[in-house]
C-alpha cells in the first residue's frame, strides 16, 4: 500500500461541474502539498497546509490530520483547469522529503 | 522574485553515455534543492536533495549521482546511462527548513530524457 493515496485517478467532467480530488495518507506529517501538472510537464504549487482549510480563486484545499485526509475542490471547474493534480507530504523534523501521490489526472469538458 | 532554470529541456542520449543536468536558482540564497524523476506512467519519485554546498543526501541508490558545487546550483549527473534512466527530470528550490516548518517547494520546468 502507497504511503499516499489518490482518488480518483482519473476525473472527466463538464465544464462548470465542482471538482473534487481525494488524498488519503498513512504517515505523519508536518505538511501536505497539492501540486498542479500541465501537459507540458511542469509543475506548479497550488497549496501547502498543515490543519484547516486554504482557499485561492476558484481552488479549495482541506485536509483533518486526525482523518489523514485532504480534499482539493474546485468550483466553477474551466478548460483550463484540465491537468494533473498531485498530492504530497511531507514527514517530520528536518525529513526534507516529500512523498507523493501517483497523480488524478483531471480533463474538464467544454 | 526567484526563478529556477532547468537545462535542457529534452535530451535523447544512447545506453551507456554520460550525463549531466544542470538546475540554477536565481533571487534566493541558501535554498534547499531536489531532483525528482517522473518515469512514464509513475508519480514523482525523489532522487537527490541537498541542504548546502557539497551536502547531498541520496534517496534512491541507482546509477545517477547529484553535486552542489555553488549555492544555487545543482547537477544531476551519470556516467553510464540505462534504459530505465528514461523520464521527466525536474528540479526544485525551497527555502531551508528549521526544525519542523515546512515551506512550498518551486519546481522548474523539468528535461525529458530518452535513453534510447
Known amino acids: 500500500k502507497n504511503e499516499v493515496e489518490q482518488s480518483p485517478q482519473n476525473l472527466t467532467a463538464q465544464e462548470g461541474e465542482f471538482i473534487t480530488i481525494n488524498c488519503s495518507y498513512s504517515?505523519?506529517?508536518?505538511?501536505l502539498h497539492w501540486l498542479q501538472q500541465h501537459p507540458g510537464g511542469g509543475i506548479v504549487s497550488l497549496f501547502m497546509?498543515?490543519?484547516g482549510k486554504k482557499k485561492h480563486g476558484r481552488l479549495i484545499a482541506t485536509i483533518n490530520i486526525q482523518e489523514k485526509h485532504s480534499s482539493l475542490h474546485i468550483t466553477a471547474s474551466h478548460p483550463r483547469d484540465s491537468a494533473v493534480y498531485i498530492c504530497?507530504?511531507?514527514?517530520?523534523?528536518?525529513?526534507?522529503?516529500?512523498?507523493f501521490g501517483t497523480g488524478t489526472r483531471l480533463t474538464i469538458i467544454p | 522574485s526567484q526563478t529556477i532554470h532547468q537545462w535542457p529541456a529534452t535530451l535523447v542520449q544512447p545506453v551507456g553515455s554520460p550525463l549531466s543536468l544542470e538546475c540554477t536558482v536565481e533571487g534566493t540564497s541558501n535554498p534547499n534543492l531536489y531532483w525528482y524523476r517522473q518515469a512514464a506512467g509513475r508519480g514523482l519519485q525523489l532522487l537527490f536533495y541537498s541542504v548546502g554546498i557539497g551536502q547531498i543526501s541520496s534517496e534512491v541508490p541507482q546509477n545517477l549521482s547529484a553535486s552542489r558545487p555553488q549555492d544555487r546550483q545543482f547537477i544531476l549527473s551519470s556516467k553510464k546511462l540505462l534504459l530505465s534512466d528514461s523520464g521527466f527530470y525536474l528540479c526544485a528550490w525551497s527555502v531551508r527548513a528549521s526544525g519542523a516548518r515546512s515551506y512550498e517547494q518551486y519546481f522548474g520546468p523539468g528535461t525529458r530524457l530518452t535513453v534510447t
Open positions: 504517515v505523519g506529517i508536518s505538511a
Open positions: 504530497a507530504v511531507r514527514g517530520f523534523f528536518g525529513n526534507e522529503k516529500l512523498t
Open positions: 497546509l498543515s490543519s
